[in-house]
């Protein structure tokens, strides 16, 4: 459909879609998709609940409280979906292991799904309605972010925090089954919680980026709340007059990506599952060096020089050599890399406290020189790409260039390696009985013979 020829704004196109999509609409392996990157952004939100900012969290908003019938992860408490969302989506960003999607510099998951299970968890929604929530959310976080810009990111914004409260409005609303009309009224409202600052990437970073996912959750939440309610918003508040692309957007804002190419490809199916615990950005590096580690036997001791070519976005966000918090280690090229050549990056013990201070990193971060690499540049953001070359002390040099990091749509990670990943993440806080009804009640939800009741019992049970 041209947008020029229906004298529509691509935003109104898009909301009008996904208020009307049906499961037929769903080739079977995007149904599939939507029930793997359930589990995937359970196995982070469970892992990062009883981290202190997951715990703070969860207190405050069960501290609050209302009734209602959605869960907290780690919790046995149910409480209102607003206040689940916030508090799970905090969880899913709580550690740097949620999924992305490529080109709109964002983190669907930690929106999309605790808005989607809160609201379906409260309301005893179907299990197909659960799923075009996910689908449906993770489409407009793909196609919002993209719209958005690169300028937008470039200048400071978090897309995740940005774009979030509407993909989450927009996952809540299809899970209820809106109408177009009430969809862009909860749309409407939910852009005017849009908001995320990347301060969190210096020294000092603090909590707060973990709060962005969870933030703009329950703010999509709330807002589908209101608009149930008959509150009202502005209707073109994506692409219209001092709408959410003219003002945060910027001069690179595209509103056509909104709605160009239409069901071509879902975007769910491009999830990059993240398996370093860092920014997405840097994985293409950490990547690189892991291969060469294993193809070459190059180990720690025998390196004099780590140099990393990478875009200019990374060298200027993500050039901390100093980190003092979790928070800005993960987003540090120069730490994350030590990290990789010395230890092991995809484990998320890795960024504990105590390992800040680790003298073997510490060794190696000075021997980290990044720079940026006029190619990797020009590829980005369509591309999150690095060039690695390790020169020894005995005057080697062994090189690798990663173009799509593992884990990407273009280097898909396995079904077992989700499950492993689960696993991983969930060895400290579930039994293996309660791992198992999760995976089994996830498995029940991509086959059609679950509920999402079983699965609220099997996460209360951890």
């Not at 009883?50 to 609050?64: N, Q, S, T, Y």
């Not at 019938?69 to 899913?92: C, D, W, Y």
């Not at 056509?256 to 997405?280: H, M, P, Q």
């Not at 190696?364 to 999150?384: G, N, S």
């Amino acid at each position: 459909m041209n947008c020029m020829e229906t004298k529509a704004r691509p935003g109104s196109l898009c909301i009008e879609r996904l208020a009307a999509l049906t499961m037929a609409d769903l080739p079977p392996a995007t149904q599939e998709q939507a029930a793997r990157v359930l589990l995937d952004n359970l196995a982070c939100g469970f892992h990062a609940a009883d981290l202190p900012w997951g715990r703070i969290i969860a207190d405050h908003v069960i501290e609050e409280g209302s009734s209602g019938g959605a869960t907290v992860f780690g919790r046995k408490e149910s409480i209102g979906p607003a206040g689940a969302a916030t508090a799970n989506g905090t969880a899913i960003h709580g550690f740097e292991l949620d999924d992305i999607i490529l080109g709109s510099l964002a983190h669907p998951g930690t929106v999309v799904v605790p808005a989607a299970l809160a609201i379906a968890e409260h309301t005893g929604a179907s299990v197909e309605r659960l799923l075009l929530g996910i689908v449906a959310g993770y489409e407009m976080m793909a196609r919002l972010g993209a719209a958005l810009g690169e300028d937008c990111n470039t200048r400071g914004f978090h897309t995740t925090g940005v774009a979030g409260a509407i993909a989450a409005a927009v996952a809540a609303g299809v899970v209820l089954g809106f109408d177009a009309d009430t969809l862009k009224n909860a749309i409407g409202i939910a852009c005017s919680s849009a908001s995320g600052i990347k301060a969190f990437t210096q020294g000092t970073g603090g909590m707060v980026k973990r709060l962005h996912g969870g933030h703009a959750s329950g703010c999509g939440v709330t807002a589908v709340q209101l608009a149930a309610r008959g509150f009202t918003g502005p209707m073109e508040a994506l692409d219209g007059r001092y709408g959410l692309l003219e003002v945060i957007g910027g001069p690179t804002a595209e509103a056509n990506l909104l709605f160009d190419g239409w069901g071509e490809n879902w975007a769910i199916g491009r999830v990059w599952t993240k398996v370093y615990s860092c920014c997405g950005v840097i994985h293409s590096a950490m990547n690189a060096i892991e291969i060469i580690r294993t193809r070459d036997g190059v180990s720690a001791a025998d390196v004099k020089t780590l140099h990393i070519g990478i875009g200019k976005r990374a060298v200027e966000q993500n050039g901390e050599r100093a980190p003092k918090e979790a928070m800005s280690a993960q987003y540090s090229l120069p730490f994350c890399a030590a990290v990789a050549i010395t230890g092991d990056i995809r484990d998320p013990g890795s960024f504990d406290q105590d390992k800040l201070s680790d003298p073997t990193v510490l060794a190696m971060i000075p021997r980290v020189i990044t720079e940026v690499d006029a190619e990797v540049h020009k590829a980005y953001p369509q591309l999150f790409g690095a060039k690695v070359t390790i020169e020894t002390l005995d005057g080697s040099r062994f090189a690798e260039t990663i173009w799509n990091a593992h884990g990407t749509a273009a280097s898909p990670c396995s079904d077992e390696e989700i499950f492993t990943k689960f696993n991983r993440m969930t060895a400290t806080c579930m039994t293996d009985a309660t791992r198992q009804a999760v995976l089994d009640s996830v498995q029940g939800i991509a086959n059609g013979s679950g509920s999402v009741q079983s699965l609220s019992r099997a996460m209360r049970g951890a």
